[in-house]
């Protein structure tokens, strides 16, 4: 990786982790310029503005979580059922103390960001959209193999368990308890478990 891209990634990161910290609006760019060592100048090189920063973290960083961590797992072979319980169970095992304190990064500039700025809502619509598109394949693959219901409406059940995923990830943060993230597990399992031929 060329020098100007490592600086590029720095940046990134340290402002994905600035901006979990604090939201958008109260992340500091010093901050970010202290951690990385990056001038100011170096800094709007890359990015024009604080609102482009923002952008290029949904864009490249938040859009990579969740292709890691909830998008491809889910492609692979099994129950759909089983498919998506797994998924969840790992992401709860694999959560850290920060995580709930913080909650999801994602859902939290969807409060923050979406009510003000079209470009945030527009690119965290996008990614809410894959995340639930990719589900409702999940229960349509299972559909056609008979192992979910065909009953079910696999849009509506796809966005009914994003909605779950991030209600109770805002339950836990809000609680500052994994406790909570737990017992609406248990929940969200028992839908998806009703899900099954």
Same mark, same amino acid.
């Given at each position: 990786?060329?020098?100007?891209?490592?600086? @590029?990634?720095?940046?990134?990161? &340290?402002? %994905?982790?600035?901006? %979990? @910290?604090?939201?958008?609006?109260?992340? #500091?760019?010093?901050?970010?310029?202290?951690?990385?060592?990056?001038?100011? /100048?170096?800094? %709007?090189?890359? *990015?024009?503005?604080? !609102?482009?920063? /923002?952008?290029?973290?949904?864009?490249?960083?938040?859009?990579?979580?969740?292709? @890691?961590?909830? +998008?491809?797992?889910?492609?692979?072979?099994?129950?759909?059922?089983?498919?998506?319980?797994?998924?969840? !169970?790992? &992401?709860?095992?694999?959560?850290?103390? !920060?995580?709930?304190?913080?909650?999801?990064?994602?859902?939290?500039?969807?409060?923050?960001?979406?009510?003000?700025?079209? /470009?945030?809502?527009?690119?965290?619509?996008?990614? %809410?959209? =894959?995340?639930?598109? #990719?589900?409702? =394949? $999940? $229960?349509?693959?299972? !559909?056609?193999?008979?192992?979910? =219901?065909? #009953?079910?409406?696999?849009?509506?059940? &796809?966005? *009914?368990?994003? &909605? #779950?995923?991030?209600?109770?990830?805002?339950?836990? =943060?809000?609680?500052?308890?994994?406790?909570?993230?737990?017992?609406?597990?248990?929940?969200? *399992?028992?839908?998806?478990?009703? +899900?099954?031929?």
């Amino acid at each position: 990786m060329a020098d100007a891209d490592k600086t @590029r990634q720095a940046l990134l990161e &340290a402002a %994905y982790e600035e901006i %979990y @910290r604090n939201g958008f609006q109260a992340a #500091s760019l010093n901050t970010i310029l202290e951690r990385t060592g990056v001038t100011k /100048g170096a800094l %709007y090189h890359h *990015f024009s503005s604080k !609102q482009k920063l /923002g952008y290029a973290v949904i864009d490249e960083i938040i859009s990579q979580k969740l292709d @890691r961590e909830w +998008l491809t797992p889910i492609q692979q072979p099994g129950h759909p059922i089983d498919v998506m319980i797994d998924v969840i !169970q790992l &992401a709860g095992q694999q959560i850290t103390s !920060q995580q709930i304190d913080q909650g999801c990064p994602l859902n939290n500039l969807a409060q923050e960001m979406s009510p003000i700025d079209p /470009g945030f809502r527009q690119r965290i619509d996008h990614l %809410y959209r =894959k995340w639930q598109q #990719s589900i409702e =394949k $999940l $229960l349509r693959d299972g !559909q056609q193999d008979a192992t979910v =219901k065909a #009953s079910i409406d696999p849009a509506d059940a &796809a966005l *009914f368990i994003l &909605a #779950s995923l991030e209600g109770c990830m805002g339950i836990a =943060k809000n609680a500052q308890s994994i406790d909570e993230l737990k017992r609406c597990a248990q929940g969200l *399992f028992g839908y998806l478990d009703s +899900l099954r031929c």
